[in-house]
């Protein structure tokens, strides 16, 4: 059964009194739709022009959907339901963004004569990766021939996840029978989120940087040795100054400084990108908010001190993972 009771203007929710001067709705839930009863005969008069309006506002303030099912939400009608009445809606992004966790949307709703219930389909993205349980929200504005509800005139969707952590591509392995793609996924994951994919080619190309340091070094020490204190009789026309082996000798030790001093840059960079933090920052705020969502029964199973150390401790050694996977890299390069 569905009921609502909206301030002044619907009367005080249980308060016959009020009824005398105000107009009053009565909401059933009959056959999955809603049955209008005006408690209104017309014998009192309306106090304001706006109150002769029809009014429009979502059937709840918040609404849940899950990933791979249709998805609609219910807006609903209230007044004399004597002339057509339209209205703008449209959604915006929250916590979920636009074209990752839902696609925007955004149109006119019309009720015609008669018509008390509407609803606005809105398609939910689907994605075989981990989520968190993330909001957006629908608005309605810009009213035609009716007034919008004071406070209903905007609610929030979650979108509840059910897929296993970090993908449901391995939701049927055992811990004892972890397979390296589940470390794949988890990676994918962490890239998906926003500002984290350049971040991480960046730190992959930037971190050979000390790879073409040791391989300078190597072919430096055989180029003075072969070449700059040689003493060949064509090795003057190797030399990087021509004919003068004191200053290109002195341009190579201006390099073996330089270089020390580009990794030292980039050691700074690196730590300012701070990926692992950010991929932490993004496994606890998950947690929480999947936590935050959870039903009584499974808060229950779920100790709050079990998710404390997850926040406070575990969330950095899996976020290290990213740092095994440069060192990885690194070292193949």
């Not at 609609?72 to 004597?82: A, F, K």
């Not at 933090?277 to 947690?287: A, D, E, I, P, Y």
Request: aromatic residues 10%; negative net charge.
């Amino acid at each position: 059964t569905k009921s609502i009771c909206a301030g002044h203007t619907m009367g005080a929710c249980g308060n016959k009194a009020a009824l005398t001067n105000s107009r009053e709705v009565r909401l059933g839930d009959l056959k999955n739709s809603y049955q209008y009863t005006p408690l209104n005969d017309g014998s009192t008069p309306l106090g304001t022009a706006n109150e002769k309006l029809d009014i429009v506002q979502f059937a709840s303030a918040i609404f849940v959907a899950e990933e791979g099912q249709d998805f609609s939400i219910s807006v609903m009608r209230l007044g004399h339901l004597e002339d057509e009445v339209r209205c703008h809606f449209r959604t915006e992004g929250g916590s979920g963004k636009a074209g990752s966790r839902y696609e925007h949307a955004e149109g006119e709703l019309v009720f015609e004569k008669g018509v008390f219930e509407k609803t606005i389909p809105i398609s939910i993205v689907e994605s075989p990766l981990w989520s968190a349980t993330l909001e957006f929200k629908v608005i309605l504005e810009n009213p035609v021939q009716c007034q919008l509800g004071k406070y209903l005139k905007s609610c929030r969707v979650k979108v509840i996840d059910q897929d296993e952590f970090p993908s449901g591509l391995y939701a049927k392995e055992t811990a004892e029978d972890v397979p390296m793609g589940l470390f794949i996924e988890y990676v994918k994951l962490a890239l998906e989120q926003p500002g984290n994919t350049w971040r991480f080619l960046v730190t992959v190309i930037f971190d050979q940087v000390k790879n073409g340091y040791i391989w300078f070094t190597l072919k430096v020490s055989v180029y003075l040795v072969n070449v700059v204190f040689g003493h060949r009789a064509d090795a003057e026309e190797e030399l990087l100054v021509p004919d003068d082996p004191e200053k290109t000798a002195q341009v190579i030790g201006l390099m073996y400084v330089l270089l020390p001093l580009l990794l030292h840059i980039w050691k700074v960079t690196k730590t300012k990108l701070d990926l692992n933090g950010r991929c932490k920052l993004f496994l606890q705020t998950s947690v929480m908010r999947k936590y935050m969502n959870y039903s009584a029964e499974s808060r229950r199973e779920v100790t709050q001190p079990e998710v404390v150390a997850f926040v406070m401790q575990k969330s950095d050694h899996l976020a290290g993972g990213i740092s095994e996977v440069f060192s990885l890299l690194e070292t193949l390069g």
